[in-house]
């Protein structure tokens, strides 16, 4: 059985427009980009931080990382662990977000 030829084509004018709307945003914000350097650098921690903060106290706060008996002790761990909430939570995270939140934790409680 074949499969209709429009799909891809569909997917590949999506796809460009995406870019060429990313790339004009880009252009915008060059300007504060600049200015803004310092905070570009922070962003990642960041965004982790909001994400978190909007999606991770639904069945826990922030105890579970600073208890004794926590059971995360490698940063592999902790990227498995974050993983594993989010996808037991429908979370809507891209890779992106989860390695942000990682990387939050990581910097706030955890310090591999
Ligand atoms: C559906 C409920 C639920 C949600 C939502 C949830 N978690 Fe969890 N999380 C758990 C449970 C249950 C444990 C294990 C707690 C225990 O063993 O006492 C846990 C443990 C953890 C641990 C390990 C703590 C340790 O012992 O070192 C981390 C890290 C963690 N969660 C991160 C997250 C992050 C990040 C989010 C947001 C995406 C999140 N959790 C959202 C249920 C949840």
């Known amino acids: 059985m074949k499969k209709p030829i429009k799909q891809p084509l569909h997917f590949l004018l999506f796809v460009t427009a995406i870019c060429i709307s990313s790339v ?24 982790g931080e909001e994400a978190h903060e909007n999606h991770c106290y639904k069945c826990h706060t922030d105890d579970v990382y600073t208890r004794e008996n926590r059971f995360v002790k490698s940063i592999d761990a902790l990227s498995q662990q974050v993983v594993r ?15 942000a939140v990682v990387q939050f934790l990581n910097k706030k409680y955890y310090r591999f």
């Open 85 to 99: 909430c989010k996808d037991g939570s429908n979370v809507p995270w891209f890779d992106e977000d989860t390695d």
């Open 24 to 47: 004009s945003c880009a252009n915008d914000n060059d300007e504060k980009a600049a200015v803004n350097s310092e905070d570009e650098i922070i962003a990642p921690l960041t965004h």
